[in-house]
Structure formats: C-alpha cells, structure tokens
C-alpha cells in the first residue's frame, strides 16, 4: 500500500501544480519527508497523513490507493495501518469503498500519546467516536 500511496500522493501534487515546498507550507510536513513519501521510501505518520488530507481536502488517502472492495472483509483479512511513532493503529473493519458513505474504522491509540488536527482534511467531515 505505501508504494500506491506514494504514487496517489505524487499525481495530487503534480495536478495542483505545487512544490514540494508549497506542499509541505499547506501540509504542515517538511519537504524532505515529503519527497521520501513520494518515493515510498517511508510511510507517513498518522501526523503527517492528517496534514497532507488537510492540503488536498481529502479525507481518505488510504482509501484512495486499497483495491477495489469486496462485500465482505473477515476479521483476518482487515487492512491495518500502524503509525509507530504516536502509537496508532488504524484497522479497517468494513470493506473500504471510493466513494461517499460510512465506513467503520477501529483505532486504537497508545496510553498518553495524542494526534493533533487542527481542522477537519474536507469540510463538513464529520467522524464519530
């Protein structure tokens, strides 16, 4: 998934026409993180992953770059994205879908470590906890 992503995250850059260095003032991430995520040399933190959905006013990077859906996912075969440096896994519990809708996500963050967004990635998101 991190090479698709780094694809996904290249294209989005290259259609708004920005820098790696206006990406990174509008993401909130350095360019030379940037410039390693685009070339799949290392995975975002759940930080930075916030701030480039932030500059795309997307609210599912991830869910851009996994395959096509199934109906059903079973418990085995969930995505799990780990964030190592906050302490946060990301399990997707239902099946994962492009377009508009709910989607169930279970997230567990490590005991005193937080993950700050100052505003939603798309306007008008709403996320239930």
Known sequence: MDVRLAHRLARLRAEHGWSLEELARRAGVSRSTLSRLER?????????LGGLCTAHRRSRLLAEVEAEPPHLVRAGQ???WRDEASG???????????????????????????IIHDEPSVPGLEQHL
């Open 40 to 48: 799949a040399e290392i995975s975002p933190t759940a930080s930075s």
């Open 78 to 80: 969930h995505l799990v």
């Open 88 to 114: 946060f896994t990301r399990r997707s519990v239902s099946p994962p879908h492009s377009g508009p809708r709910a989607e169930v996500v279970e997230g567990v963050l490590r005991s005193g470590a937080d």
